[in-house]
């Protein structure tokens, strides 16, 4: 009888039980961050190292629609010239904690060209699904590659990114640059072309909010090819301490293949 008892007491825990937790059925799965090859992948939780204003994600505005999660996400960027390459792929507002960087390409970053990365969303991106109603999806990324050195730093160049599954932008018509804030701050973008004193548009933010993402879009349909820098100048509310910061890109109008 004893026995009897025990055995169905055991029945109901597992009942009660399944299914596991989802962050323990995930973790299981092998979501952390870890080496996938050729590039690094996974839920990485490490908190940030950059500068008071960090630049987390500089892209090509394009917005690539699907139903069904694609087997692959792709990433493009126009490299000017020849320079190290670090792409880091991450969610702007972290709920799931996702991020991609460490890319090795087999043949190496070409200067002058479009240069392509393309990854399975199988291995971590499917299972990305268990905040309800809220998988992980295309538009919840963003991407950064900056050139020269991998570190987050006031001056720093970059170079946007495309994100899509299937077909990349055939022209650029905008950019989304997101920064964000470790403090509530007042802040000036200014966007310029190189060489040039007066900028081709300003916007202002009396106040950003500290630690949420904050976006900037341009519209740079009419821009000739070269090089630009923002400008982001202002300062922190609550003490007056200075914010600048600079990030140069290169802008291409024709950018698919």
């Known amino acids: 009888m004893r026995q009897r008892m025990t055995a169905t007491f055991a029945l109901a825990w597992l009942l009660l039980a ?8 995930q973790s299981q799965a092998g979501l952390t961050y870890q080496s996938r090859g050729r590039y690094s992948e996974g839920i990485r939780t490490a908190p940030s190292t950059g500068p008071s204003l960090d630049l987390i994600s500089a892209l090509v505005e394009y917005h690539e629609p699907y139903k069904g999660l694609p087997p692959a996400f792709q990433a493009m960027f126009y490299l000017a010239k020849q320079e190290p390459v670090y792409l880091t792929i991450r969610e702007v507002e972290a709920r799931y904690f996702y991020w991609l960087d460490q890319v090795q390409p087999e043949s190496g970053w070409q ?7 393309g990854w399975p969303t199988a291995t971590v991106i499917r299972s990305l699904n268990w905040r309800q109603g809220a998988p992980l999806i295309l538009a919840d990324l963003g991407a950064v590659v900056r050139l020269g050195s991998s570190t987050p730093a006031k001056v720093e160049r970059v170079a946007p990114v495309a ?3 299937s077909r990349p932008p055939q022209s ?7 920064f964000r804030p470790d403090a509530r701050m007042r802040l000036r ?13 300003s916007q202002l933010f009396p106040s950003v909010l500290a630690g949420q993402p904050h976006p900037i879009r341009w519209k740079a349909k009419e821009w000739p090819d070269g090089w630009y820098r923002i400008a982001v100048s202002g300062y922190v509310l609550s ?11 290169y802008h291409v109008r024709r950018f698919g293949n």
């Not at 200067?111 to 990365?117: L, V």
């Not at 650029?172 to 997101?178: K, M, P, Q, S, T």
């Not at 973008?189 to 548009?201: D, N, W, Y």
């Not at 003490?239 to 890109?249: E, H, K, L």
């Open 163 to 165: 994100l899509y599954h």
């Open 239 to 249: 003490s007056n301490a200075p914010v600048d910061a600079r990030v140069g890109f």
């Open 189 to 201: 973008f200014e966007v310029f072309a190189e060489g040039q004193g007066k900028p081709l548009e």
């Open 111 to 117: 200067a002058g060209k479009q240069n392509r990365f």
């Open 18 to 25: 399944w299914p596991p937790p989802p962050v323990l059925a």
């Open 172 to 178: 650029v018509e905008g950019y989304c640059f997101v």
